[in-house]
């Protein structure tokens, strides 16, 4: 089982930014950003696929803020994240499909089999 992992997080104030990383990213697949509050389900951020042209999917409450983005060559994904907010405080995982392409269920965590062992992201008001 392929293993990703994460790095970047930290803590931040409302308002600013962080970007976070996650290794090896192969851009012959779908990959995603989860994360997990104390308390809450898991959930889908962002995701990408390159497979038949770039593809970027976002949940409502991080689009416009948050960017996705893979580098083939360095072999790293990334999540830009900007205009930071207290509710987006969790732990980061990214997260591999062995499907090229992420299609409408690219939020659902099950179809993913590979994941990184997360990062903190921690926003203060």
């Known amino acids: 089982q392929a293993q990703l992992v994460e790095s970047g997080g930290g803590s931040v104030q409302a308002g600013g930014s962080l970007r976070i990383s996650c290794a090896p990213f192969d851009d012959r697949y779908c990959f995603a950003w989860f994360r997990q509050a104390p308390g809450k389900e898991r959930e889908g951020v962002a995701a990408?696929?390159?497979?038949?042209?770039?593809?970027?999917y976002y949940i409502d409450s991080v689009e416009g803020r948050f960017t996705v983005s893979g580098d083939n060559a360095l072999g790293t994904l990334y999540l830009q994240m900007n205009s930071l907010k207290p509710e987006d405080t969790a732990m980061y995982y990214c997260?591999?499909?062995?499907?090229?392409?992420?299609?409408?269920?690219?939020?659902?965590?099950?179809?993913?089999?590979?994941w990184g062992q997360g990062t903190q992201v921690t926003v203060s008001s």
């Open positions: 997260a591999q499909r062995t499907s090229t392409r992420c299609g409408e269920t690219w939020a659902d965590p099950d179809p993913y089999h590979a």
């Open positions: 990408i696929s390159s497979n038949g042209g770039l593809k970027t």
